[in-house]
C-alpha cells in the first residue's frame, strides 16, 4: 500500500475537483467572468456575485491563475456615475474579490451597462487600482506560455461600439483587423461583452454575426468569448473558432429561448434556467499548454460543470484545415 502524504493527498483532491493541471505544471491558466457588478444601491454586491467570488478564488488557487479577464456590465445597473474616485470601485469590485489568488492583473472591458454611466471612469480607474487593466475602449495583451516556447493572445473589443454606425464603429473594426493580420501567438482570442452566437434569451449579436464571424474564420482565430446573456455556452461550428458564453458573475439562469437561432450542431453544452440544478452564479476557466486548451466551465462555488474538448495550437488547426486526414 502506497500512503499519501496530506499535502500530496490535498494536492490530488484539488486536481480531481478542480479538473485542471496542478499550479506547477508547465503552461498558463487565466479566470473570465462576465455580468458580474453589484447593484447600485447599499450594499453595492448581490449574494450570487460574493459567492462567484469565493468559487473564483478556490479555482484560481487550484490551478495557479495569472490573471482574470472582466467581459463588461462591470457596474449594474446604470455603469460608474461620477469620476474613478467614486466608492463603487472600492465596493462592487475590490471588496469583493478579496481571495489572495485574485490579486492578479484583471483585464476588462465594457458592457451596455457601463454605457449608461461614465465608461471613461472605468478606464480612468486603471491608474489608481494595482490590478485593474482597462487602458483603452478596446485593447489586447500577449502573454507568454510558462515552460513552453508558445504565446497566448487576447484582443478585448468593444462590442456596444461595434453595434452601432458612425467613425468610433469604423475606427475599432479596422484596428481589430490590423491585430488579427499580424497575430503571431499560437493561442488567439478575442473577447468582448456581446456574443456571436447565443442560444439565451437576448440570442445572437447579429452584427457579430456578420462581420466579427468572418474575421475570426479568415485569420484563424482560436475561440471567442463573451457575456451578456445570463448563461453559460460553449459553441463549435465545425468552421474554425470556438465560442464561449459566460454571462452568469451575478445572476444564473436565462432560459434558453433561442436554441433555434444558432447553426444546427453547434451549440455543445449549455447551462440555462430549464437545467439550472441550483446555481446562482458562475464563471469559466482556461488552462493551456504546449498540446491543446481547454476551457472548464464552474457554478458559484467552484464545482465544475463542463470542460470543453482540447482546442489545438493555430498551426496545428491550419493543418487540420488543409488536410482532412491530419490528426
Not at 456615475?81 to 467614486?86: A, F, I, N, R
Not at 476551457?295 to 489545438?312: C, E, I, K, N, S
Request: net charge neutral; charged share 15%.
Amino acid at each position: 500500500m502506497i500512503l499519501l502524504r496530506p499535502s500530496l493527498f490535498a494536492a490530488l483532491s484539488l486536481f480531481i475537483i478542480v479538473g485542471v493541471l496542478p499550479p506547477t505544471a508547465a503552461g498558463l491558466s487565466f479566470l473570465t467572468i462576465a455580468d458580474w457588478g453589484g447593484i447600485e444601491s447599499p450594499p453595492y454586491f448581490r449574494s450570487a456575485q460574493k459567492a462567484c467570488a469565493y468559487g473564483m478564488g478556490r479555482v484560481a488557487s487550484g490551478i495557479g491563475s495569472k490573471f482574470v479577464v472582466a467581459l463588461g456590465d462591470n457596474f449594474y445597473h446604470h455603469g460608474i456615475d461620477g469620476t474613478e474616485y467614486v466608492a463603487r470601485f472600492q465596493q462592487t469590485f475590490e471588496d469583493v474579490y478579496t481571495a489572495n489568488s485574485l490579486q492578479t492583473p484583471w483585464y476588462v472591458i465594457a458592457g451596455n451597462h457601463d454605457y449608461a454611466g461614465n465608461v471613461s471612469a472605468q478606464v480612468a480607474y486603471t491608474r489608481l487600482s494595482k490590478r485593474w487593466r482597462y487602458p483603452d475602449l478596446y485593447h489586447g495583451f500577449v502573454q507568454p506560455i510558462p515552460g513552453t516556447s508558445m504565446t497566448f493572445e487576447l484582443i478585448l473589443i468593444d462590442t456596444i461600439v461595434l453595434d452601432t454606425d458612425g467613425y468610433a464603429m469604423t475606427e475599432q473594426w479596422e484596428w481589430l483587423e490590423r491585430r488579427l493580420e499580424t497575430s503571431q501567438a499560437d493561442y488567439l482570442w478575442v473577447g468582448g461583452h456581446y456574443p456571436v452566437w447565443s442560444v439565451c434569451e437576448h440570442g445572437p449579436t447579429m452584427t457579430l454575426v456578420a462581420r466579427l464571424r468572418p474575421l475570426l474564420e479568415r485569420y484563424n482565430v482560436t475561440g471567442y468569448m463573451s457575456g451578456h446573456d445570463h448563461c453559460q455556452q460553449y459553441l463549435d461550428e465545425g468552421r474554425g473558432p470556438h465560442y464561449i458564453v459566460t454571462g452568469t458573475g451575478t445572476e444564473c439562469c436565462y432560459s434558453a429561448s433561442n436554441r433555434h437561432a444558432v447553426p444546427k450542431g453547434a451549440l455543445k453544452w449549455h447551462h440555462s434556467a430549464q437545467h439550472s440544478h441550483g446555481a446562482i452564479g458562475g464563471f469559466v476557466s482556461f488552462t493551456i499548454t504546449n498540446q491543446s486548451m481547454t476551457a472548464t466551465f464552474y457554478d458559484q462555488d467552484g464545482d465544475r460543470l463542463y470542460v470543453t474538448p482540447g482546442m489545438v495550437p493555430r498551426a496545428r488547426a491550419k493543418a487540420h484545415k488543409r488536410d482532412p486526414d491530419f490528426r
